[in-house]
């Protein structure tokens, strides 16, 4: 990990937990392309498309730049942004402890009550 935290980490895990994004990131490790071409090279609506590539963008994965063609046409440009994730159990160890703390669920309340209870009851005796 290149000095990532947690939440940098779950949303990169996020980001590339879905096929098509893991598509879209093979299909431009080799090239940069534009939003038209990528959808056809990879079979895909420019709307879907557009929808995972701000996933993507998000989480620092790649980056888009708009860029104007020689007929004077706006054109959406991306390509990855250079990353090394390595995933070990003492980096998800290092990532996990600068996440905060889980909020109390209603599982963790029953069992925090629970023992309370028992604990009443024993003292009672």
Do not use: C, W
Not at 63 to 76: I, Q
């Amino acid at each position: 990990m290149s000095g990532s935290g947690g939440e940098e980490l779950l949303k990169v895990l996020a980001a590339l937990a879905n096929p098509h994004r893991m598509r879209i990131i093979a299909a431009l490790a080799a090239e940069r392309d534009y939003v038209s071409r990528l959808a056809r090279t990879i079979g895909m609506s420019r709307p879907l498309l557009h929808m995972h590539l701000q996933r993507l963008e998000a989480a620092g994965l790649v980056t888009g730049t708009l860029e104007l063609s020689e007929d004077g046409k706006a054109m959406k440009f991306y390509e990855l942004v250079p990353f090394l994730y390595e995933l070990t159990p003492r980096a998800i160890a290092e990532a996990a402890a600068t996440l905060p703390a889980a909020p109390e669920t209603r599982n963790t309340r029953n069992t925090r009550n629970t023992r309370n209870t028992q604990k009443q009851k024993e003292d009672a005796q």
